[in-house]
């Protein structure tokens, strides 16, 4: 076998002993609540698809006109001639939504990390991240060559530790967070770290990928409870309750402007399709026209958590942890059989011996389903 060959099954063998694993499942969403894998139907609890916005026929349209009218792809970087008309149209949305002065759009959310924090953090900077950041985050952050800590997940005082210590050896500091924790469904102390920040002339990052569109009436975790909480830096993506693609940050006009001058993901990378662009605009229509619709998934997910007795759900992520990852793959085999998607999450993605299951809830999971997984979770799961 050649060495090429012999190195990876190696590496694929240790997976295996571990039960680490993976392997691409071919997915058929219907309608973006039903999925079909595996020759079966099932409710998917297992999507990011928390306004079901993926299937909904008004933005389907809207990609297709613009498909029509501009094309299948853009052609190029937007720094060339890929920046199609669409784009002024979103950014502008986008920075009125989150209440900053302007915005950029980039190929995907993990192509924004990547591509600001390195624009902003150089070998004499400090990265701060929650020990729970999206691994974006974090491979933004290695990409900077600044030194990167990590605090205690929502843990201010460790932060506020870590700055007193470190922030005078550095030019510039930067704290990255999470604003909805992808695999816990938590909330960050925003207002906290931001007051944080601001004492120690450190720049302050949220990366909003779970928030748009469902909390906050819509707007994101800036703007959940009283006050606005003006994070200098808002990144997000468009991929999740959007129901399209593409990542953004949120910002004052120079930021925005230097992004568009030194970010090497949005330079060197084509811009995104027409379609997509389009199809973005019109869910940001749609979550603007109806608040009430997009606070369905949040109230969904804490009737779960009511039901089944664990603590209150923040956001459309509940966390169901299992602990060891065979048990954890047997649970989701479990609710399989009952008829819904419940995929496992194992190491690397969440810390060792916190294997879960992840379940989000969307806008159209019907009440009655949600109700009879909450049994099943409680009784044959959790009390196992
Ligand atoms: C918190 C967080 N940030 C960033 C990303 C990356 O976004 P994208 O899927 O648009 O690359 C994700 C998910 O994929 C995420 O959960």
């Given amino acids: 076998m050649p060495s090429l060959d012999q190195f990876a099954q190696a590496k ?64 190029a970087s937007r720094l060339v001639t890929g920046n ?119 720049w302050l990052m949220s990366d909003d990928a779970h928030g748009l569109g469902v909390v906050g009436g819509g707007r994101g975790s800036s703007f959940v409870g009283n006050g606005y909480v003006a994070a200098p830096l808002q990144m997000g993506t468009l991929s999740k309750a959007i129901g399209a693609y593409g990542g953004y940050l949120c910002a004052s006009g120079p930021v925005i402007d230097l992004m568009r001058n030194r970010a090497r993901t949005l330079i060197y990378s084509t811009g995104l399709p027409p379609a997509i662009v389009a199809g973005a605009i019109a869910a940001l229509d749609l979550i603007e026209r109806e608040p009430d619709y997009a606070a369905q998934p949040v109230k969904k997910a804490k009737a779960f958590t009511r039901r089944v007795g664990l603590p209150e759900a923040q956001s459309p992520i509940v966390p169901v942890i299992v602990g060891e990852e065979e048990a954890t793959l047997a649970a989701s085999r479990l609710l399989a059989e009952q008829g819904f998607l419940a995929a496992p999450i194992r190491p690397p993605t969440v810390p060792a011996g916190t294997a879960r299951l992840r379940l989000t809830f969307t806008a159209q999971h019907p009440d009655e389903e949600v109700a009879r997984l909450a049994d099943l979770v409680r009784d044959r799961i959790l009390a196992a």
């Fill in 12 to 75: 694929l063998e240790a997976l295996q002993r571990r039960n680490l694993r993976r392997a691409l499942t071919e997915t058929w969403r219907e309608d973006g609540l039903w999925v079909e894998r595996d020759g079966r139907r099932l409710l998917s609890f297992y999507c990011n698809d928390y306004l079901n916005l993926t299937q909904h026929p008004a933005i389907k349209r809207a990609a297709i006109a613009a498909v029509e009218r501009y094309g299948a792809g853009s052609g």
């Fill in 84 to 202: 199609h008309p669409l784009y002024a149209e979103l950014e502008a949305r986008l920075a009125t939504i989150k209440g900053t002065e302007a915005a950029v759009v980039f190929g995907s959310g993990y192509l924004a990390n990547t591509g600001i924090i390195p624009v902003l953090i150089g070998r004499g900077g400090l990265v701060l991240a929650d020990e729970l950041s999206h691994a974006c985050l974090f491979a933004g952050a290695q990409l900077s060559r600044g030194k990167v800590l990590m605090f205690r997940h929502n843990d201010v005082a460790h932060a506020r530790a870590l700055l007193a210590e470190h922030r005078k050896a550095h030019d510039q500091a930067l704290i990255v967070t999470d604003g909805v924790f992808s695999m816990d469904g938590d909330l960050a102390p925003l207002a906290e770290l931001l007051t944080l920040a601001q004492e120690h002339d450190a």
